[in-house]
């Protein structure tokens, strides 16, 4: 047999479907889901966790792999898991009475794949997308989405640690606005929206430089509302289609909040297809949109000049004195200091970003841990020094000791 008859569609096709009729004594139907859709994210998902609901039926061909592993060290360990492959296999829920089939085929430049949903009916598969949504709903994971060299990456990830509101530092002034627009959003009448007529649909961009909680204040969000959330990963192969790819997966998620880090970074090339999409009379339908971005004057700035884009735009500043002892008193210096020394160290360190306070608070703890005292002064004053060297990108003074490293001033 030569390789295209190995590879012949239909009757690779009529064969699952004959097994299928004959494995679950029903008629299946197949469809094509148009698109790019979750529900393959959801079925890859359910095949690898080992879910009970899917049921291996058949490999496909048996000169095509069957099955995966996955290599890592954990505790100096090497761990290996093992699993089975979505692709070449069929997997049904006989709950549903729907079987997935991503059928290996032979194309111009290699193997590639047909995908092929069998139901028996509309309102069966129609049930099982419904539940897909209510789990995908009740899923406290974030849904990930990579834009990669092989097209729009989805996983779903636990949040690394809950952040609750209280533990944002930020004015309370800009803290209050924002967590009202997002309260607003995501009550359970919507009354304000249909109220007063207002779309329902938000977006805020959050700017500023690094290390001042752009990224905790997003967690906080996260981990507060009852409601799907969406990371958006921007790279140099952000495309048009992954952009309408994940807005789509957003809109049906919806309500949902979609977070775009580094927003700048959006490729020049999709730009105005980004902006577009932003336009649109349903793209955002439903879509609380949070960018972030360190370099603001990076961003195009019709993202913010023009109304149903951006809707408000807020500066994350460096914190003032009386944020930089409420963060120090939030992370525990009073474990070890008392608080006119909290006072102080707040008093110096005009110009620290939240991370370089925190970065302070671990020096100051070590420090106490080890020798029973603090020296803030000294701790302050090695720090600026540190970062006068990072800004003027001379690390080392002395010329041979650069020569050692390789460091290029």
Same mark, same amino acid.
């Given at each position: 047999?030569?390789?295209?008859?190995?590879?012949?569609?239909?009757?690779?096709?009529?064969?699952?479907?004959?097994?299928?009729?004959?494995?679950? /004594?029903?008629?299946?139907?197949?469809?094509?889901?148009?698109?790019?859709?979750?529900?393959?994210?959801? &079925?890859?998902?359910?095949?690898?966790?080992?879910?009970?609901?899917?049921?291996? &039926?058949?490999?496909?061909?048996?000169?095509?792999?069957?099955?995966?592993?996955?290599? =890592?060290?954990?505790?100096?360990?090497?761990?290996?898991?093992?699993?089975?492959?979505?692709?070449?296999?069929?997997?049904?829920?006989?709950?549903?009475?729907?079987?997935?089939?991503?059928?290996?085929?032979?194309?111009?430049?290699?193997?590639?794949?047909?995908?092929?949903?069998?139901?028996?009916?509309?309102?069966?598969?129609?049930?099982?997308?419904?539940?897909?949504?209510? =789990?995908?709903?009740?899923?406290?994971?974030?849904?990930?989405?990579?834009?990669? =060299?092989?097209?729009?990456?989805?996983?779903?990830?636990?949040?690394?640690?809950?952040?609750?509101?209280?533990?944002?530092?930020?004015?309370?002034?800009?803290?209050?606005?924002?967590? =009202?627009?997002?309260?607003?959003?995501?009550?359970?009448?919507?009354?304000?929206?249909?109220?007063?007529?207002?779309?329902?649909?938000?977006?805020?961009?959050?700017?500023?430089?690094?290390?001042?909680?752009?990224?905790?204040?997003?967690?906080?969000?996260?981990?507060?509302?009852?409601?799907?959330?969406?990371?958006?990963?921007?790279?140099?192969?952000?495309?048009?289609?992954?952009?309408?790819?994940?807005?789509?997966?957003?809109?049906?998620?919806?309500?949902?909040?979609?977070?775009?880090?580094?927003?700048?970074?959006?490729?020049?090339?999709?730009?105005?297809?980004?902006?577009?999409?932003?336009?649109?009379?349903?793209?955002?339908?439903?879509?609380?949109?949070? /960018?972030?971005?360190?370099?603001?004057?990076?961003?195009?700035?019709?993202?913010?000049?023009?109304?149903?884009?951006?809707?408000?735009?807020?500066?994350?500043?460096?914190?003032?004195?009386?944020?930089?002892?409420?963060?120090?008193?939030?992370?525990?210096?009073?474990?070890?200091?008392?608080?006119?020394?909290?006072?102080?160290?707040?008093?110096?360190?005009?110009?620290?970003?939240?991370?370089?306070?925190?970065?302070?608070?671990?020096?100051?703890?070590?420090?106490?841990?080890?020798?029973?005292?603090?020296?803030?002064?000294?701790?302050?004053?090695?720090?600026?020094?540190?970062?006068?060297?990072?800004?003027?990108?001379?690390?080392?003074?002395?010329?041979?000791?650069?020569?050692?490293?390789?460091?290029?001033?």
């Amino acid at each position: 047999m030569n390789m295209e008859q190995y590879f012949d569609y239909i009757p690779t096709a009529n064969r699952i479907l004959r097994k299928l009729e004959e494995e679950y /004594g029903c008629t299946f139907g197949l469809y094509l889901q148009e698109g790019q859709g979750d529900i393959w994210d959801d &079925v890859s998902e359910d095949i690898l966790g080992g879910s009970p609901e899917a049921e291996h &039926v058949m490999s496909i061909y048996d000169l095509v792999e069957t099955r995966r592993f996955v290599s =890592r060290t954990d505790d100096d360990a090497l761990k290996v898991d093992f699993g089975p492959t979505l692709r070449n296999n069929v997997f049904c829920y006989p709950r549903f009475g729907i079987a997935f089939a991503r059928i290996p085929m032979l194309r111009a430049h290699g193997i590639g794949l047909e995908d092929i949903v069998y139901a028996k009916d509309d309102e069966s598969l129609l049930l099982m997308l419904k539940d897909l949504r209510e =789990r995908q709903l009740n899923d406290r994971r974030i849904g990930v989405f990579t834009d990669t =060299r092989e097209g729009l990456s989805r996983t779903r990830e636990k949040i690394a640690y809950g952040v609750s509101r209280d533990e944002v530092v930020l004015d309370e002034g800009l803290k209050k606005q924002i967590f =009202r627009s997002i309260d607003e959003f995501f009550s359970n009448d919507r009354s304000f929206f249909q109220t007063y007529g207002v779309p329902y649909k938000r977006g805020i961009l959050l700017y500023g430089s690094p290390g001042n909680g752009k990224t905790t204040l997003v967690k906080s969000i996260v981990g507060s509302i009852d409601a799907p959330v969406n990371y958006w990963q921007i790279t140099e192969y952000t495309s048009s289609e992954s952009i309408q790819e994940v807005f789509a997966a957003a809109t049906r998620l919806a309500p949902t909040v979609l977070v775009i880090e580094d927003i700048d970074s959006m490729p020049e090339s999709c730009r105005s297809y980004f902006l577009n999409t932003l336009d649109g009379a349903t793209s955002k339908d439903g879509i609380f949109l949070i /960018g972030t971005t360190n370099y603001p004057e990076k961003i195009d700035p019709a993202l913010m000049n023009r109304a149903g884009r951006f809707d408000r735009a807020y500066e994350v500043k460096l914190p003032d004195e009386s944020l930089r002892f409420a963060y120090l008193t939030l992370r525990g210096m009073r474990k070890f200091a008392d608080e006119p020394a909290v006072a102080y160290a707040a008093r110096r360190t005009g110009g620290f970003s939240l991370a370089q306070l925190g970065e302070l608070y671990v020096a100051l703890a070590l420090q106490a841990h080890d020798e029973g005292a603090i020296d803030v002064d000294l701790m302050v004053m090695e720090m600026k020094a540190d970062l006068s060297k990072d800004r003027k990108g001379a690390w080392l003074s002395k010329e041979e000791d650069r020569d050692k490293v390789g460091f290029v001033v």
